[in-house]
């Protein structure tokens, strides 16, 4: 089954302590991203790939770091979290960007306290 | 700056009517246009998509129609369904860049 996977889908922290959000597509598609959902802001784009080892900012990159050492995982870092990134995150990977389907994962609720 | 400005944010429609969500961009660049669909507790899904070249595609109750020199594009649900009460969020990306912009998002709530 063609899917993306995230974990965890739930995360409380506190602010300063580092963490990792994990995503995976078994699709073998180029393109991934990471969003964050906020209400009444839609979907903000924070990071993207085009392929292996090639990332670039989206809107809202700040407090972020991602990294994409193979092709089907491209985990999302929070070196340092605060309460302004306690937010809904989701993962996406398409074949390239322009007319191609982006498929989502199930989300991560993250709540820094 | 918001590249995709997505109204109304809330919509409530009867069963069997017709709900019209509606969407403009500013960058002509934008060359694929999708909507997706929402329910809570998951990820958005693709509901259906168009490029400039054409000024509507249909796929069974959901429609969208594109007006490339107004720079607007709405999506139509017609006979709308309870079932398909959920968020829906327009985009827009280019093959000339890399990014995807998606508006604010449309809570639509149909009643029975």
């Known amino acids: ?113 | 700056q918001q590249q995709v400005k997505q109204s109304p944010q809330s919509l409530i429609v009867q069963k069997g009517g017709i709900s019209i969500i509606n969407c403009a961009y500013e960058n002509t660049a934008f060359d694929y246009f999708p909507w997706y669909q929402q329910f809570p507790g998951k990820g958005p899904a693709l509901l259906i998509a168009i490029r400039p070249d054409v000024s509507e595609k249909k796929e069974g109750r959901f429609t969208i129609s594109f007006n490339k020199s107004a720079k607007q594009f709405s999506l139509h649900i017609m006979d709308s369904q309870p079932g398909d009460s959920a968020t829906y969020f327009c985009a827009a990306s280019s093959d000339t860049g890399n990014q995807f912009y998606f508006g604010t998002g449309t809570s639509l709530t149909v009643i029975p």
């Open chain 1, 1 to 113: 089954e063609a899917q993306v996977t995230q974990n965890p889908r739930y995360l409380i922290t506190v602010t300063g302590k580092k963490l990792t959000v994990t995503c995976s597509q078994n699709m073998n598609h180029e393109y991934m991203s990471w969003y964050r959902q906020d209400p009444g802001l839609g979907l903000r784009q924070i990071y993207y790939s085009m392929n292996v080892e090639v990332t670039d900012k989206g809107d809202v990159p700040e407090g972020y770091k991602v990294s994409r050492k193979e092709k089907r995982n491209f985990p999302l870092i929070l070196e340092s979290p605060s309460p302004n990134q306690t937010s809904l995150y989701f993962c996406a990977s398409s074949l390239r960007t322009s007319g191609s389907m982006q498929y989502f994962g199930p989300g991560t609720r993250l709540t820094v306290l």
